[in-house]
């Protein structure tokens, strides 16, 4: 199956992304982690696309294009794939059916925005050794100190209020239009995301008549 996953930020992608990804033994091409790993490795497409990410901006259509031709034509891609976070716009979207990808589905998981600002705002990670924390869902022994390295505990820059609220604004503005792109063609299916990750899996198993 050709699957695409819909949602904003903090919604729970990945999460499912990986689920699925046992289920059906297909590949997750997250393109955050492609361009994570890019941004890491500091090459020409991670110094470019690090400027919008550390804004809170969708990385432009043209540089995520580059990266996700080069991994569907990899041959662990022939079965069939989960794309997380692509496409994030219209554009993006026309250019898969332009390049003659066919989608079984879209998965759009629904979560209210206030409970993605508790979710993202609320993250933490070891400025030492990267273990992450939230300082409701999974807090600390000791407030701001990591429980196995007793690193200082830090804020991502895209997880402070403001950049979270304009996270979310470009989401509706850019990303969410898809939902009417692919409703019309018949393939989008609406999760109702829940507190417990098991039952949002559940459901999005469901969606996709997958027992």
Known sequence: MKIILLGAPGSGKGTQAENLQEVLHVPTISTGNILRAAIKAQNDIGLKAKVFIDAGQLVPDELVLEIIKVRLAEQDCEAGYILDGFPRTKPQAEALDNAGVKIDAVISIEVADEEIEQRLTGRRVCGVCGKPYHTVFSPPKLESVCDD?????????????????????????????????????????HVISHDEVKVTSQRTLDALQII
């Not at 390295?149 to 950049?163: V, W």
């Not at 509706?172 to 018949?186: A, C, M, S």
């Open 149 to 189: 390295c007793g690193g200082a505990l830090i804020q991502r820059d895209d997880d402070n209020p403001a950049t979270v609220r304009d996270r979310l604004r470009v989401y509706h503005q850019q990303t969410e239009p898809l939902k009417g792109f692919y409703e019309n063609k018949g393939i989008l299916r």
